[in-house]
C-alpha cells in the first residue's frame, strides 16, 4: 500500500469518525430533550392528580392512558394492542359521531377505550343522552350505555407499546429516577464538551 493511499484512507476514516461523533452527540441532545419534555408532562399530570385532586389530569388538553386489553385490537389507523399508550383529547358533545373512539369513565379509577355504535340524542332539544360502544374485536357491545358526562375525550393518536414505560415513569418514584438519569446526562455531555474545549486549546 503506498503512502498516499493510506493518507486518503486516515483522511476518509477521520471525516467519518468526526460525521458519527456529530450524530451521536445530536441523537444524545435530542434524547436528554425528549426525557425533559416527558419529566415535564409527567409532573404536572401529577400534580394534577395528587394537588388539585382532578380525576383525569391532562397536558394542555391531552390525557394518555396505558391500554390494557386487546379489545381494540385491529388494522385500522386508530386500533389499539395492549400495552399501546392511547391520547385521548377533550371535545365538544355535538362533535361525537359513530365510528369514533372515545375513552370514558366506567367505574371509580377505571376507563374504557371503545369505538362508538349508536348514538340517541333528546328528539326535542337533540342533545346527546346515549351513547353505546363496543371494542373492535368483541363479539356483542358492551353492557348499558355511556353519558355525555362520563366521556373524557376524543382518540387522538397513540404511541405502540409505550404504555409499559409510561406506567413506569407515571408514579412520582418513577419521575424521580427519570429526572436523575436527565441530569446524569446533562452532566456527561458538559463534561463532554469541556473536554474538547480543553483539547482545541491544547492544539
Not at 65 to 91: A, Y
Amino acid at each position: 500500500m503506498s503512502e498516499k493511499v493510506a493518507r486518503k484512507m486516515v483522511k476518509t476514516f477521520k471525516r467519518q469518525y468526526k460525521v458519527l461523533k456529530i450524530f451521536t452527540q445530536l441523537m444524545g441532545r435530542l434524547v436528554v430533550l425528549l426525557l425533559v419534555i416527558i419529566c415535564l408532562i409527567n409532573f404536572t399530570m401529577i400534580f394534577q392528580r395528587n394537588v388539585l385532586h382532578e380525576s383525569y389530569p391532562n397536558f394542555l388538553g391531552y390525557t394518555p392512558f396505558i391500554v390494557k386489553t386487546d379489545s381494540m385490537t385491529g388494522t385500522r389507523s386508530d386500533s389499539l394492542n395492549k400495552g399501546d399508550l392511547v391520547v385521548v383529547k377533550k371535545f365538544a358533545n355535538q362533535a361525537l359521531k359513530v365510528g369514533q373512539v372515545v375513552t370514558f369513565a366506567e367505574k371509580a379509577d377505571q376507563t374504557v377505550t371503545h369505538r362508538i355504535i349508536k348514538i340517541d340524542k333528546n328528539s326535542v332539544n337533540g342533545k346527546i343522552e346515549k351513547i353505546y360502544t363496543q371494542g373492535d374485536i368483541n363479539p356483542s357491545q358492551d353492557v348499558g350505555y355511556v353519558t355525555p358526562k362520563q366521556l373524557i375525550g376524543e382518540y387522538a393518536f397513540k404511541i405502540q407499546k409505550f404504555g409499559f414505560f409510561f406506567g413506569l415513569i407515571k408514579s412520582p418514584a418513577g419521575l424521580g429516577t427519570l429526572a436523575i438519569i436527565v441530569v446524569l446526562l446533562i452532566l456527561i455531555s458538559r463534561n463532554d464538551k469541556g473536554n474538547r474545549d480543553e483539547e482545541k486549546k491544547q492544539k
